[in-house]
């Protein structure tokens, strides 16, 4: 079985600005070569992601390296805008989540998994599995048409691969290197390679792809979870 994204409008709902790099860049990159409309909707600033040197203006200066990312990507850009651990499914942020949702209205949406490690990824997951439902919804109070029906749902791989059993691994390895090329766009964060609470992220980002390549015969891939949730799950 071969998966066909040419039809598709695919839509990765990330905490961190670099967490599309490591979880999903190679499928929206193979989406998009297939014919794909793909998007990415970054919803925390990464202003607490602080190297040894801190550095000023750090929001700034994170919000210039993923915008180089999504150009080297091709993909369309949204951003919003929560300090890092502040974000939550409250009703604020469910509502700019359902408007980017209408706005580009995915077939598909990439989303963390419920069980990654960090706090903002979990709550990018509720919120984009809540969501997700939600943006089709007439009775909904928020800018934009409801979708004709909700889009399907993929939980993306966990950081480090822990706690995570994929039902399907996508092959990206014609886009390993713009993966790693899009990763080296967040200097600030490759900067903290070195620091006790955080990991070097170009070793992970390789490790992780061709661990999952390995384990599903070609040489890099990312691997996920279907939501199987009514209206969210579909036959390919």
């Given at each position: 079985?071969?998966?066909?994204?040419?039809?598709?409008?695919?839509?990765?709902?990330?905490?961190?600005?670099?967490?599309?790099?490591?979880?999903?860049?190679?499928?929206?990159?193979?989406?998009?070569?297939?014919?794909?409309?793909?998007?990415?909707?970054?919803?925390?600033?990464?202003?607490?992601?602080?190297?040894?040197?801190?550095?000023?203006?750090?929001?700034?200066?994170?919000?210039?390296?993923?915008?180089?990312?999504?150009?080297?990507?091709?993909?369309?850009?949204?951003?919003?805008?929560?300090?890092?651990?502040?974000?939550?499914?409250?009703?604020?942020?469910?509502?700019?989540?359902i408007e980017v949702l209408r706005?580009?209205?995915?077939?598909?949406?990439?989303?963390?998994?419920?069980?990654?490690?960090?706090?903002?990824?979990?709550?990018?997951?509720?919120?984009?599995?809540?969501?997700?439902?939600?943006?089709?919804?007439?009775?909904?109070?928020?800018?934009?048409?409801?979708?004709?029906?909700?889009?399907?749902?993929?939980?993306?791989?966990?950081?480090?691969?822990?706690?995570?059993?994929?039902?399907?691994?996508?092959?990206?390895?014609?886009?390993?290197?713009?993966?790693?090329?899009?990763?080296?766009?967040?200097?600030?964060?490759?900067?903290?390679?070195?620091?006790?609470?955080?990991?070097?992220?170009?070793?992970?980002?390789?490790?992780?792809?061709?661990?999952?390549?390995?384990?599903?015969?070609?040489?890099?891939?990312?691997?996920?979870?279907?939501?199987?949730?009514?209206?969210?799950?579909?036959?390919?």
């Open positions: 079985m071969r998966l066909d994204f040419s039809a598709e409008r695919i839509l990765a709902i990330v905490a961190h600005p670099d967490d599309a790099e490591l979880l999903c860049a190679g499928t929206l990159a193979r989406a998009r070569s297939e014919g794909a409309a793909i998007a990415v909707c970054v919803l925390c600033q990464g202003d607490k992601g602080q190297p040894r040197d801190a550095i000023d203006e750090l929001a700034t200066l994170r919000s210039e390296e993923m915008r180089a990312a999504a150009e080297l990507l091709q993909a369309e850009l949204h951003c919003g805008g929560v300090p890092d651990s502040m974000l939550a499914d409250d009703a604020e942020t469910r509502k700019l989540v706005r580009f209205r995915p077939s598909l949406l990439l989303a963390h998994s419920p069980e990654d490690y960090h706090t903002d990824h979990r709550s990018a997951s509720a919120l984009a599995e809540t969501c997700s439902w939600l943006c089709a919804s007439r009775g909904q109070a928020a800018e934009g048409l409801p979708l004709e029906q909700p889009p399907e749902v993929w939980w993306m791989d966990t950081v480090g691969m822990q706690q995570f059993a994929p039902d399907l691994y996508v092959d990206i390895s014609p886009f390993a290197s713009l993966k790693q090329q899009m990763l080296s766009c967040h200097r600030s964060q490759i900067a903290r390679s070195g620091d006790a609470d955080f990991a070097p992220l170009s070793e992970l980002l390789h490790h992780q792809m061709h661990a999952r390549g390995l384990q599903s015969g070609v040489e890099a891939a990312e691997a996920y979870r279907v939501h199987h949730s009514f209206k969210r799950t579909r036959a390919w």
